[in-house]
């Protein structure tokens, strides 16, 4: 019988980054979830279409914004984020098992947001010219989801508190700078985005709050833990501290990053 988390690995596996999102948005949240199957390893993950070309991040080339296809780089940078939101969101719910029920349907409906942002971003690229696939492209989240792939407390650690918090902090300079140039539309998106990535943080705050009550952690030393373990990259200012508060960073952690 199909479950919520067995339902997932359609969407991850499709290689069509629209038929992805529009699979993504299609997810029953409704269907029965199955938190105990350990599901065998889907061959092909994360599906991904030939372009854009994967580069290191050093290698992605600055356009001015002043351009159409400055702020079309930028809106598919952007883009590009939330192809691999979509992936990471279906990836935690399929591979770890004896969560608690809420916890999948916490993803799967997260990864429906960041299909919609997706469809938001690469419509409006469209509208310029451009597609997706148009501009390379960094590996940086998914580079980071396979190094957690064996502990479900490090992925939320590392991906939503860490890598999805980081924009956070960007989010209102980058859409400032699109509405500067004249890109209201985009700012509006960003506004949308923004707004709903803080829930998705928040989610990764309770879920990493509830593993590690679980285990007997403490969540601060154990995040700085995770961070030299895996890697993680440095966190640098200028940081969002109302967007962090709202989603559940608490006054100690953000002494930390201030520090």
């Known amino acids: 019988m199909l479950s919520l988390r067995t339902s997932v690995i359609g969407?991850?596996?499709t290689q069509d980054a629209v038929a992805k999102a529009q699979d993504t948005l299609a997810l029953?949240?409704?269907?029965?979830v199955d938190t105990e199957t350990d599901i065998a390893l889907p061959v092909g993950i994360p599906g991904r279409p030939p372009k854009p070309t994967l580069v290191s991040p050093k290698a992605i080339k600055k356009i001015s914004l002043i351009?159409?296809?400055?702020r079309a780089a930028l809106l598919h940078a952007l883009a590009h984020i939330e192809f691999n939101a979509i992936n990471l969101a279906l990836d935690i719910v399929w591979r770890f098992s004896g969560m608690p029920e809420q916890f999948y349907r916490d993803w799967v409906r997260i990864a429906k947001e960041e299909a919609f942002h997706f469809t938001l971003l690469r419509d409006h690229l469209v509208s310029l010219g451009f597609d997706y696939g148009d501009f390379?492209?960094?590996?940086?989240?998914?580079?980071?989801?396979?190094?957690?792939?064996?502990d479900v407390l490090a992925r939320v650690?590392?991906?939503?508190?860490t890598l999805e918090a980081r924009g956070l902090d960007a989010s209102p300079a980058v859409r400032n700078k699109l509405v500067s140039v004249g890109d209201r539309e985009a700012g509006e998106i960003l506004s949308v985005i923004l707004k709903d990535e803080i829930g998705h943080v928040a989610t990764g705050n309770h879920w990493y709050r509830w593993i590690c009550s679980q285990r007997q952690l403490d969540p601060i030393s154990t995040y700085a833990e995770l961070t030299k373990k895996y890697d993680a990259p440095k966190l640098l200012p200028?940081?969002?501290?109302?967007?962090?508060?709202?989603?559940?960073?608490?006054?100690a952690e953000l002494r930390q990053l201030v520090l």
């Open 11 to 13: 969407p991850l596996l």
């Open 67 to 70: 351009t159409t296809e400055g």
């Open 136 to 150: 390379d492209a960094h590996n940086t989240l998914w580079e980071m989801a396979e190094k957690t792939k064996d």
């Open 28 to 32: 029953n949240l409704e269907l029965p």
């Open 157 to 161: 650690a590392l991906v939503p508190r």
């Open 238 to 251: 200028p940081f969002n501290l109302e967007a962090r508060r709202l989603a559940g960073f608490e006054e």
